[in-house]
């Protein structure tokens, strides 16, 4: 009877550590997506994205790419948009800082361009780019402040993405990129409502030379072409 007994708590306590350890699995398999939902809530977002260390702010972009929230605006570019990046790239050598899923460097017509290389802090984004590699086109996961390169391009392309970048360095950031252009080169910032990034435009238009300023019919967002 003895050894019935100790038989029947040892199945018990088996399944008591059996039930824990599933227990501990659902806490564990729920705990990404609590903290994916907490990351990208609005005001947390903001926050986290200008001025969260940088493993922090790739995470919080993975959310948002994992949530779905930014794959309708990665999936349609601007006409306009295309347009100016083929106009001004003058087959040249492209860089897309903040590039995301690389929908842009695929929309731009290939003849129009030597070279496209991307760089996204987001390794969700980067992973589905790089799938639209080829000998011509590269991306890179990297936060686009501290990115380095040897490399000259004759258009750098920062196109709804120069805000993520903290309001007190990105003055220093943008001469690190104009040191980064060719010959005749230049730079597109460009953001929608722009409205709300009226002291980024001001500090593009009072230290640099603008080129083109523009707002596109097809939205309400601003482009600055400058050097």
């Given at each position: 009877d003895s050894t019935s007994g100790m038989l029947a708590d040892r199945r018990l306590s088996e399944r008591h550590v059996e039930h824990r350890r599933a227990a501990t699995q659902r806490e564990t398999n729920c705990m990404p997506s609590l903290l994916n939902r907490l990351l990208t809530a609005p005001g947390v977002r903001?926050?986290?994205t200008r001025w969260a260390p940088r493993s922090l702010r790739r995470r919080?972009?993975?959310a948002t790419y994992q949530s779905g929230e930014w794959q309708q605006l990665d999936e349609t570019v601007s006409q306009e948009l295309i347009a100016l990046v083929e106009r001004t790239a003058g087959t040249g050598r492209v860089l897309d800082l903040g590039c995301g899923p690389g929908t842009l460097a695929t929309s731009v017509d290939r003849n129009k361009v030597r070279s496209y290389v991307g760089v996204d802090i987001s390794t969700e984004a980067i992973t589905y780019a790089q799938k639209r590699a080829d000998e011509h086109t590269r991306f890179e996961q990297h936060d686009i402040e501290s990115w380095r390169s040897d490399e000259t391009f004759d258009l750098i392309v920062i196109t709804e993405a120069l805000y993520y970048v903290n309001s007190m360095s990105r003055l220093s950031f943008l001469r690190r990129c104009?040191?980064?252009l060719?010959?005749?080169g230049c730079i597109l910032v460009t953001a929608v409502e722009p409205d709300r990034f009226t002291s980024m435009f001001a500090a593009i238009t009072s230290h640099f030379e603008v080129l083109e300023d523009q707002t596109f019919s097809?939205?309400?967002r601003r482009a600055v072409l400058f050097r």
């Open positions: 903001y926050f986290a919080v972009h993975d104009v040191q980064r060719a010959a005749n097809e939205g309400h």
